[in-house]
Nanobody, 123 residues
């Protein structure tokens, strides 16, 4: 599985941005796909994930602001980010794997990663 993240850029605080993650190559059923982010000097942080059955998970810092979705026909996952603030500045990575529910927020549970796309929120 190859993942290609895109859509990052510079946005002002309070603005919105949508990231995309396109999958290619062999894909598997029962796959969980998600987004993580890493700010300079910080550890990688869970953002959101969506299961094969549509179940969604969100990190506490983005809940009610970010929305994860996917288009199965296009094999693409999206992250709609609203009400962005400077603390959301980071490189955003998409990932795919087969974590169990209790491990969805653990980056080590994902086997496939995209290259990352930079989101910069100015104050």
């Amino acid at each position: 599985v190859q993942l290609q993240a895109s859509g990052g850029g510079l946005v002002q605080a309070g603005g919105s941005l949508t990231l995309s993650c396109a999958a290619s190559g062999r894909t598997f059923s029962n796959t969980v796909t998600g987004w993580f982010r890493q700010a300079p000097g910080k550890e990688r942080e869970f953002v959101a994930a969506v299961k094969w059955n549509g179940g969604e998970f969100y990190g506490d810092s983005v809940k009610d602001r970010f929305t994860i979705s996917r288009d199965k026909a296009k094999r693409t996952m999206y992250l709609r980010m609203n009400s962005l603030n400077p603390e959301d500045t980071a490189v955003y990575y998409c990932a795919a794997g087969h974590p169990i529910n209790s491990n969805v927020r653990n980056s080590n549970a994902y086997s496939y990663w995209g290259q990352g796309t930079l989101v910069t929120v100015s104050s």
